[in-house]
């Protein structure tokens, strides 16, 4: 099974649409990532959680909200989807000290198409 | 604020060619640097990391990087390359202070895309 899982792979919705994505891993990490990918810019960080009751916003976070409802377990919501957030969705995990912090471990991705 | 440039969106090269992608970053204090690489359809694979010391770091799959104060660049070598390197690769960065104590985000470039022709 993957360290970090994230559910679904695929999702096709709608204008206006609420939608969740998420992301569970099993590496006992306490921080987590939530990015966008779109062709041409790289990754971009949208919120990440440095641990259950710390959380913060990215470069990218408008139109997003995230929950962490464990320790293993960190949500992205999409309060009323729009087509611009059609991309794909990594979320990452990572130690809490020292230099090893910066090693991030990602899912493989949701692919997330607004219509 | 930080920020990565790898000035190649696209690179084309034959199997066994030898192959260098760019980075390029910005930062004023300590920069931890990163290779990932994502195959079609997987999420991204730490390749190879520098923190610090020896300037030339060896990753898996045959890669090597160079981390170059000078100019600050970490550029992505390998010697001979398989059909199976062919993804995308990106540089990231992430950040200290001046003491070395690190914030643990990271800064992506925009990714360059690897193709391999037999």
């Known amino acids: 099974d993957a360290d970090v899982t994230q559910t679904p792979r695929n999702r096709i919705t709608k204008t206006g649409k609420r939608i969740m994505l998420e992301c569970s891993q099993t590496k006992g990490h306490d921080r987590m990532y939530w990015y966008r990918q779109d062709p041409g810019l790289g990754l971009r960080l949208i919120y990440y959680s440095f641990d259950v009751k710390d959380i913060n916003k990215g470069e990218i976070s408008d139109g997003y909200s995230v929950s962490r409802q464990a320790q293993a377990k960190f949500s992205l919501s999409l309060e009323s989807a729009i087509p611009n957030q059609t991309a794909l969705y990594f979320c990452?995990?990572?130690?809490?000290?020292?230099?090893?912090?910066?090693?991030?471990?990602f899912g493989a991705g949701t692919r997330l198409s607004v219509l | 604020a930080q920020s990565v440039t790898q000035p190649d969106i696209h690179i084309t090269v034959s199997e066994g060619a030898s192959l260098e992608l760019r980075c390029n970053y910005s930062y004023g204090a300590t920069p931890y640097l990163f290779w990932y690489v994502q195959s079609p359809g997987q999420g991204l694979q730490l390749l190879l990391k520098y923190f610090s010391g020896d300037t030339l770091v060896q990753g898996i799959k045959g890669f090597e990087a160079e981390f170059k104060r000078s100019q600050s660049s970490f550029n992505l070598r390998k010697p001979s390359v398989h059909w199976s390197d062919a993804a995308e690769y990106f540089c990231?960065?992430?950040?200290?202070?001046?003491?070395?104590?690190?914030?643990?985000?990271?800064?992506f470039g925009q990714g360059t895309i690897l193709t391999v022709h037999p």
């Open positions: 990452a995990t990572s130690e809490t000290s020292g230099p090893a912090k910066n090693i991030q471990y």
């Open positions: 990231a960065v992430g950040s200290a202070n001046a003491g070395g104590t690190s914030y643990g985000k990271l800064t």
